[in-house]
């Protein structure tokens, strides 16, 4: 079935430091891949997708490439800030499937 | 208001007692979930449900029931709260394209905790 991996936390960086998060994902065909966000107190929201190999999704300064040859979807940002403190998720789903399979979730702190 | 709201926010129960926590939408989506959240593993499917008509058990029902009252609203059940069942638990919902755009919506969850 689908799963997904990615890298454990914590992560504690200082702002304006370089973010990456590890994504790796097991699924047949061609998932759509996304990274979903869940800042303290709050329900996720989606951050960003891609639904092709190739493709890059965007979005608040993050930025995500699937690659299909190495099945990873690797959330990065080139400049944090305390306000970017939140746990990250990725995520698929498979052609067809209407639902989405999580990974563990990532907890990034960015220090002032 | 929340599009998706979640009660009760939290709750603390003993076990064996019959927990029912209560999910409303505003955002006229067909589809809703029930995810459950743990520590390290992440968020777990328990229910969906596609319309009022068409409830599907996800990868953890076992334990919880879930009844689809109207198209807004989704309840999940626990009919003998278990201590393994203390974690944090999240409504969401889509529309129709919500699997292929990756689009749900979540309530800002429940925290159980069952002693």
């Known amino acids: 079935g689908n799963s997904v991996t990615q890298m454990e936390g914590p992560v504690t960086l200082s702002e304006e430091a370089f973010l990456t998060i590890n994504c790796t994902y097991t699924a047949t065909g061609y998932p759509s891949l996304f990274w979903y966000v869940q800042y303290p107190g709050e329900g996720l929201q989606l951050l960003l997708k891609a639904t092709k190999a190739d493709d890059k999704g965007s979005n608040k300064g993050f930025e995500a490439t699937y690659r299909k040859e190495t099945t990873s979807f690797h959330l990065e940002k080139g400049s944090v800030q305390v306000s970017d403190s939140a746990v990250y998720f990725c995520?698929?789903?498979?052609?067809?499937?209407?639902?989405?399979?999580f990974g563990a979730g990532t907890t990034v702190t960015v220090r002032a | 208001d929340a599009d998706v709201t979640q009660t009760p926010r939290n709750r603390i129960t003993k076990t064996g007692k019959r927990i029912m926590l209560e999910c409303s939408q505003t955002?006229?989506?067909?589809?809703m979930y029930w995810y459950r959240q743990d520590p390290g593993l992440g968020l777990r499917l328990i229910y969906y449900?596609?319309?009022?008509?068409?409830?599907n058990k996800g990868e953890i029902s076992d334990g919880y029931s879930v009844s689809r009252q109207a198209q807004a609203k989704f309840s999940l059940s626990l009919e003998s709260a278990i201590p393994n069942q203390t974690a944090l638990y999240f409504c969401a919902t889509s529309d129709r394209q919500g699997g292929v755009t990756g689009e749900l919506f979540f309530g800002e969850g429940s925290r159980l905790t069952v002693l």
């Open positions: 995520a698929l789903s498979g052609l067809n499937d209407y639902k989405l399979s």
């Open positions: 449900s596609f319309d009022v008509k068409d409830i």
């Open positions: 955002k006229g989506h067909d589809r």
